[in-house]
Each structure stands twice: as structure tokens, then as C-alpha cells.
């Protein structure tokens, strides 16, 4: 599923601007459980090193976004924290309503590079001390993965890391209006990940959607937070 890109001069209605526009309403084209899920001795914090270490020849399958929003790129990082519990979770966020991009969406910690930042790491790992309050002395970064270029023109770098479980979070309120984790065995397994494909007013649209029943809440996890974990399984299973 890759996007084919759009002329810089040709700009399309976001899909939160659309009336009465919902993704969990959009009919599920299909779900991959055909495809096989990344074994539970690939997902140990060693395995998970070793894998960053000597990375496979492969190739990501979610990468570029139909562009909605005529503006100079901009560089971003978001921080897929993997937190060692008994059974690996991968934290997220549900970003609060008001916020003027992807609102109310669920995400990863993350945002646009500062000046000062050294590196993509070091501009997730400020973001997510700045969204949720996750201290730099909690987290082993693994390495990052590839580009992965948003409607709105933001070139995302995702930087992998694992936490420690004993991190202490503290949310900021004007940011971010839910804290939850996802097990990491649930979003590696294709029989998760279902396809979606909106046309309207001539614009065809395709995304991945991976909804979590977390007790009486669903996590609807969708668009380009489900495309970079999308990404992350083709890594994972290269």
C-alpha cells in the first residue's frame, strides 16, 4: 500500500475537515492474517537488539501520505517506545480535541524537529519528555526507521526504543488526553491490521486501521501512527 505522491501544486481536503467524516465508519476492505505474525522470541528486549544491530535488506510499505496543505516540509520524530513489562507494550497517546493537527487521534510521543535538536532521537526523546514526561534515563534507543512523509508536509523520522517499566509519566493535559499501552505481539500480527480505501470528490485514499478492545474502551489506532507500526512489522519480519 504506497500512496502514489501528488503534485505540490495539487492540494486535496484533509480527512478531518471532510463533514461527518469518521475512519472507524469506513468499511474494512480487508484484514492480512494471511500474513504470519513476528514470532513472541523476536520480540525480546536481546532480540530486539540484535535485530537493530544488524538490520535485514527490506523495504517499508507505508511511506507517503496524499498531500493536503501547501507548506515548506518539515522534519519531525516520534518516539515507538516499546516499555518492558512481563509481555513488551508499546506506549501511546490520545492527542486532546483542540489541537490544530490530528486531534483527538491516537499517537505516538512525538513532534517537529527544534533547532537545538542534535538528532531525530534526541527531538523524539525531548518531545516525549515534553508530551508525557518520559525521562531520557528510562530509555535505550534501538534505531530508527525509515521516512515516513504526512499529508500535512511533516517528514517523520520513527525512532525505536525500549523503556524501562519503572518510568514514572506525567502527561501534559494540553496535549495529550489519554495515556494507554498496546501489547507489542498484538500490533506485530497482520490478523490486526485491517486495510481501508475512502474515495471521494476523485480522491482515492487508502489506510491501515489496528483497533484495540482495552477493556470497555477502543483504542482506534489508524492512519499514520498504524502506517509507521505497519512498517514496523515488514522490519520486524524482513
Not at 519531525?76 to 487521534?105: C, F, K, N, W, Y
Not at 517537529?112 to 527531538?123: C, G, I, L, N
Not at 477493556?215 to 492512519?223: A, F, L, Q
Request: negative net charge.
Amino acid at each position: 500500500m504506497n500512496p502514489s505522491p501528488t503534485p505540490v501544486s495539487s492540494v486535496i481536503t484533509p480527512l478531518a475537515a471532510l463533514p461527518d467524516f469518521d475512519p472507524r465508519i469506513v468499511p474494512v476492505l480487508g484484514v492480512d492474517a494471511h500474513l504470519p505474525a513476528v514470532p513472541r522470541e523476536a520480540q525480546t528486549p536481546a532480540a530486539l537488539r540484535a535485530r537493530f544491530a544488524q538490520p535485514p535488506h527490506w523495504e517499508p510499505e507505508v511511506v507517503l501520505e496524499k498531500k493536503f496543505m501547501n507548506r515548506e516540509p518539515a522534519h519531525a520524530s516520534v518516539l515507538l517506545a516499546i516499555v518492558l513489562r512481563d509481555e513488551p507494550m508499546v506506549l501511546l497517546t490520545e492527542r486532546t480535541a483542540h489541537l490544530s493537527t490530528h486531534s483527538g487521534q491516537v499517537a505516538f510521543p512525538g513532534g517537529r524537529a527544534d533547532p537545538e535538536d542534535a538528532s531525530p532521537s534526541d527531538t523524539a526523546l525531548r518531545e516525549a519528555y515534553e508530551e508525557v514526561g518520559l525521562g531520557r534515563e528510562f530509555v535505550e534507543v534501538l534505531g530508527h526507521l525509515p521516512h515516513y512523509v504526512t499529508g500535512s508536509s511533516f517528514i517523520i523520522t520513527p525512532v525505536v526504543a525500549l523503556v524501562q517499566p519503572d518510568c514514572v509519566l506525567t502527561p501534559n493535559p494540553y496535549e495529550v488526553a489519554d495515556l494507554f499501552e498496546v501489547p507489542l505481539a498484538f500490533l506485530l500480527n497482520p490478523a490486526n491490521h485491517q486495510r481501508h480505501v475512502f474515495d471521494r470528490d476523485g480522491v482515492h485514499r487508502e489506510w491501515f486501521s489496528m483497533p484495540y478492545q482495552d477493556g470497555p474502551k477502543n483504542h482506534y489506532i489508524w492512519g499514520a501512527t498504524a502506517g509507521m507500526l505497519r512498517n514496523f512489522y515488514r522490519f520486524m519480519q524482513a
